[in-house]
Structure formats: structure tokens, C-alpha cells
Nanobody, 122 residues
Framework: VQLVESGGGLVQPGGSVRLSCAAS????????MGWYRRAPGKEREVVAT???????NYADAVKGRFTISRDNAKNTLYLQMNSLKPEDAAIYYC?????????????????WGQGTQVTVAS
């Protein structure tokens, strides 16, 4: 599975931006997907996740402002980010989880995109 993010850039506080993540390869094996971010000097943190059934979860810091969605026909994951704050500035990473079951066990494989920078400043 290969993941390529796009859509980052400079946004003013209060503004909006939409991130996209195009998946390719064995996309049919992908179960859940998500967006993570890493701000300068901080560890990577989860922003939002979505299962293949469409169930979403959000970090408390972004609830009500961000919306994650996926278009399975286009193999693309999105993150609509509204009411952006300076503390939202970070590199945003797309993540895909592939779960493969064998007779012996459940195997999980994590795939990451290269990241896209979001800067929130006046």
C-alpha cells in the first residue's frame, strides 16, 4: 500500500483546508485509515480515524472542527479542517492499517504517507 498526501499549506487562523490522501496498491486489504500529526517538539498524535465501515473517531482537540471521510471508489482519504488554530500547525500524516488473518494469528501492517505540512499563521 502506498499513500500520498496533498493539500497542506499556509492557512490563516480561523481558515479551512482539506487534506487528501491517495492510496494505491493493495487497497482492498485496507481496514481502517486515519490522520495523525506531529507538531515541532511534540510526539505524533492521532487526529482522526475512520474504519472501513465508516465509523469515525476524533481527538478531543479537533472535535467539531475537523471531519474525516473516505471515498472508497477513489481510494482517497480526506480531512476537512475548519476553524484552524495556530496549535493545529503540524505535519499531517495519512495512515492505513492492513489486517491479514492467517490460520495462526492476526497480522497487522501499518502504512504511512510522507506527510504534508499545515501552517496556521496570519
Amino acid at each position: 500500500v502506498q499513500l500520498v498526501e496533498s493539500g497542506g499549506g499556509l492557512v490563516q487562523p480561523g481558515g479551512s483546508v482539506r487534506l487528501s490522501c491517495a492510496a494505491s496498491g493493495r487497497v482492498s486489504d485496507i481496514s481502517s485509515m486515519g490522520w495523525y500529526r506531529r507538531a515541532p517538539g511534540k510526539e505524533r498524535e492521532v487526529v482522526a480515524t475512520i474504519t472501513d465501515g465508516g465509523t469515525t473517531n476524533y481527538a478531543d482537540a479537533v472535535k467539531g472542527r475537523f471531519t474525516i471521510s473516505r471515498d472508497n471508489a477513489k481510494n482517497t482519504l480526506y480531512l476537512q479542517m475548519n476553524s484552524l488554530k495556530p496549535e493545529d500547525a503540524a505535519i499531517y500524516y495519512c495512515h492505513a492499517l492492513v489486517v491479514v488473518f492467517t490460520i495462526e494469528r492476526r497480522n497487522e501492517f501499518n502504512y504511512w504517507g510522507q506527510g504534508t505540512q499545515v501552517t496556521v499563521a496570519s
